[in-house]
């Protein structure tokens, strides 16, 4: 059991609460970056989604006109 115990020098929990402040802090701002990031991700995805179709898609269609 002393063993067990040894090893759990490394966590800290601190007493005044406010020390968790600044953690909390960058988390969120983190947060926000990761959704931010992910919403430019996805609307560019669909950007770029609609100008495939556009090309490809028309390209397509122009085949099978040509070929009936």
């Given at each position: 059991m002393f063993?067990?115990?040894y090893f759990?020098?490394?966590l800290y929990f601190p007493e005044d609460k406010a020390d968790?402040?600044?953690?909390?802090i960058s988390?969120?701002?983190f947060m926000c970056g990761a959704v931010i990031a992910?919403?430019?991700?996805v609307k560019k995805s669909k950007k770029?989604?609609?100008k495939f179709e556009e090309?490809?898609?028309?390209?397509?269609q122009q085949n099978i006109d040509?070929?009936?």
């Open positions: 063993n067990y115990l759990m020098d490394f968790y402040i600044p953690g909390v988390l969120a701002i992910t919403y430019l991700i770029d989604e609609e090309k490809y898609l028309h390209t397509d040509e070929k009936q």
